[in-house]
């Protein structure tokens, strides 16, 4: 048992504990194929990777255990928060920058990434052809042309974006992770009354890219500017119903800003873990 | 990593979820003085100690370990839980009875029981007069008078009882935890929505013990009979409003069924781990 992994395993429950938390799963809210519980059995089943991780396992490796575990009844709450909290979790055991961790990752951490994908079904777009044999929905069965390629898990983030900005969190330092750390220390009351606040303004800052994946960039523009709107004029303070209406609004709508929670989960662990702030 | 232990961590994170559980923390309800998000932290908390109650050891060291965790944050969150899932966890380790198991304890199980006490505020009553050298809390201070009279884990909690419906636990082999679990079983839907359903009914059978600690037996036997009223009419499926609107009345009144919680958190691990139901 090591202090990372209890506070990576902590980020994910408050995360989704924080509410209104527009489009996803929250305290207050599920959606039609994702339940809260599904969230809190995610979050205790990802604990063995992550204590992998703590240990100072390689970054490919801890990520599949914690997928497979978070994975184990069958839905996909938490695969790009663990791709956050892997390494940072990795970074807190060695003492190093998560930058340095990430860049360091092997072909044979890139292995166990596409192995995850055998564990649990996750939204993603059609590569371009030149890159379909390394779709990653191919899942293991895409291992010997990453290997024919020599790419490594960092490798293949750097080919993820623009378009997946958990991916784009590994080629920039995870800076909006960092950002929203900052931002969560900066807010007051309990965490996941932050993390709502958080949530809105880290929505405001850039369209959520799994938003665009699946229902195109307008509609995740869309979601992106009234957020702003929200954001700026202080609304979960000022017109706490504002912000409910949109959140059952999205929900209604199927629109999942799952990639800006990614990012808030990993500022909780920030938060969590090198800030000290606690519960 | 052991599947008992997560079990049991899920469980205490699964039963906080399930609303309304009048009185109690729950999805939609914080009280004055303790959050949902103390009852997360508690849950990931008390890890470490349910880890090691899983891997065979001694029932108190376990349980002082657990509370320990489960108190980081100063909050008692999960106190009586604990008592009845480290044993039941231990058991799962020995494949023994949880009757054997608690039977079996020895007086060193009892001191790490009253340092548990050192770690967190517990409610408890008044010993009489000729157990005040025993009263928990006195925390570790009682151990020579523990000493003194050679009492076991087993022992302490037999002269809890009546009036602690936990300790009652130790001494009727666990047959309300059981009879929890069955209901559990036989219920549909999400477990949190079963965990409400059950705890209606299981405060309906009996006056918790909490709560006549706190307000006397007659507010304790008042609660059980509206809780027995809601409960027979089947009130969650027909009647809704009238569970919340007694939800709300509890919490505002101060009213706090904590006992019954637990025993549904004991229920939720044997229907978890022996029944094999999933999320």
């Known amino acids: 048992m090591t202090a990372p992994a209890h506070n990576a395993e902590l980020a994910l429950l408050l995360e989704v504990a924080g509410t209104p938390k527009p489009g996803n799963v929250d305290r207050h809210r599920d959606l ?31 990520f599949e255990r914690a997928v497979e575990g978070m994975a184990a009844h069958g839905e996909n709450s938490q695969f790009g928060a663990l791709l956050l909290l892997v390494p940072l979790v990795r970074a807190a055991h060695d003492g190093r920058t998560v930058e340095t961790v990430v860049e360091e990752t092997t ?19 059609d590569p371009p052809a030149e890159l379909a044999p390394l779709d990653v929905r191919r899942g293991s069965a895409a291992i010997p042309a990453l290997e024919d390629r020599g790419l490594t898990l960092y490798d293949v983030m750097d080919r993820s974006v623009p378009g997946d900005d958990v991916a784009r969190e590994w080629l920039c330092g995870f800076d909006r992770s960092f950002a929203a750390a900052d931002r969560l220390v900066a807010a007051e009351g309990p965490l996941p009354d932050r993390a709502a606040t958080v949530f809105l303004s880290m929505l405001a800052d850039r369209p959520d890219t799994l938003v665009a994946k699946r229902h195109g960039d307008a509609v995740a523009a869309e979601v992106t500017d009234r957020a702003g709107v929200l954001s700026e004029r202080d609304a979960l303070e000022t017109d706490p119903a504002a912000v409910e209406a949109f959140a059952d609004e999205l929900v209604d709508r199927g629109i999942n800003p799952g990639t800006t929670a990614d990012l808030v989960a990993a500022g909780l662990f920030i938060t969590l873990d090198h800030h000290g702030v606690s519960i």
Do not use: E, T
């Open 32 to 62: 039609d194929d994702l339940r809260f519980d599904h969230f809190l059995a995610g979050a205790v089943g990802a604990r063995p990777g992550l204590d992998l991780a703590a240990s100072g396992a390689p970054i490919g490796p801890a």
């Open 107 to 125: 072909v044979s951490d890139a292995a166990a990434f596409y192995r995850a994908f055998d564990h649990v079904d996750v939204f993603v777009g």
